[in-house]
């Protein structure tokens, strides 16, 4: 088993990363709000952990000065060997959201046998990028070094995350050799330089545009970093599988179809489920929480020959 080393944090209960004031923060409730009209029969996605799972909350896994950032791990019921881990990062464009997010994931993965961990992050109005990269890596250290307190096995870990969550996944994986086993990348960028991307990334009439405010400048005035923080750029014949989830709309998911041609130039695995008529962020909402979940644990089970032990 492979362990990282790391100083040891005390495991104190905090309320993780603060979130930045924002103008319209991103959370299940405003995006509810804003889907709604056009698609009445969505219901925001329970969090709430079946028994036999169990929850433990406010893990702290590294200190930034004052700030404390912090993970909650989801274990699955008694198994006859211990469970792969997916590491979930949520998203709201690199300055919004938070880890809670992604607990409707977490507790649905759990009771299928998978333990997984939401991480907290350094968003864009606390520090820029790649500190949120930074932070996740650390994230990815604390769990290798510390499987006595969530009891997974680390040399089956996937990372996987949502929008600009799904970014930050993708690109923590495609640099971290050897920390993980998959990426799943849901309805996240793979190229901030694409034409399509910058439209939409770089639009100067977004003073500054979500990637503007993570970067501190826009691509012409910071192209090292939308180039760096591209996961298409990383792309090796050492990166691990890779699953993209993507929605109906497009310019979420830019730089896909480009990424998955290079990954099979070097022999790994990419595959693509498309979930039809969905808007994005679906992932916070029933009805497609269950086929997000179908699709990630089909996607492990190849990955890892198999499902977890039961």
Request: aromatic share 8%; proline share 8%; net charge neutral.
């Amino acid at each position: 088993m492979t362990r990282w080393p790391l100083a040891i944090w005390l495991l104190l209960p905090v309320a993780g990363a603060v979130n930045i004031a924002t103008a319209q923060p991103y959370n299940a409730d405003t995006t509810y709000r804003k889907l709604v009209a056009a698609y009445p029969d969505i219901r925001i996605a329970s969090s709430t952990a079946p028994a036999p799972v169990r929850v433990r909350k406010d893990i702290v896994y590294a200190r930034r000065g004052e700030l404390s950032l912090a993970l909650d791990l989801y274990s699955p019921g008694p198994r006859d060997q211990a469970a792969p881990l997916v590491v979930l990062v949520h998203g709201g464009g690199w300055r919004s959201g938070d880890r809670s997010e992604m607990a409707p994931l977490a507790a649905r993965l759990a009771a299928r046998g998978y333990a997984a961990a939401t991480v907290s992050y350094r968003l864009s109005g606390q520090a820029r990028y790649p500190a949120a990269i930074d932070d996740v890596k650390e994230a990815l250290r604390w769990l290798h070094a510390h499987p006595d307190v969530h009891g997974a096995d680390v040399d089956r870990m996937v990372i996987a995350g949502g929008s600009a969550g799904g970014q930050i996944a993708a690109l923590v994986g495609m640099t971290s050799q050897g920390a993980v086993q998959a990426v799943i990348n849901i309805d996240g960028l793979s190229d901030f330089t694409s034409e399509e991307a910058l439209r939409h990334e770089d639009d100067p009439s977004k003073n500054p545009s979500a990637a503007g405010a993570w970067f501190g400048g826009r691509y012409a005035e910071q192209p090292a970093l939308w180039q760096q923080a591209s996961p298409i750029n990383h792309v090796s014949r050492a990166s691990p599988p890779v699953l993209f989830i993507v929605s109906s709309v497009p310019r979420f998911s830019v730089g896909r179809e480009a990424m998955t041609a290079k990954l099979h130039e070097h022999g790994v695995v990419a595959e693509m489920v498309a979930l039809p008529g969905t808007p994005h962020s679906f992932w916070l909402f029933d009805p497609w929480v269950t086929p997000t979940v179908d699709a990630m644990t089909d996607f492990m089970e190849r990955v890892f020959g198999g499902v977890p032990g039961g």
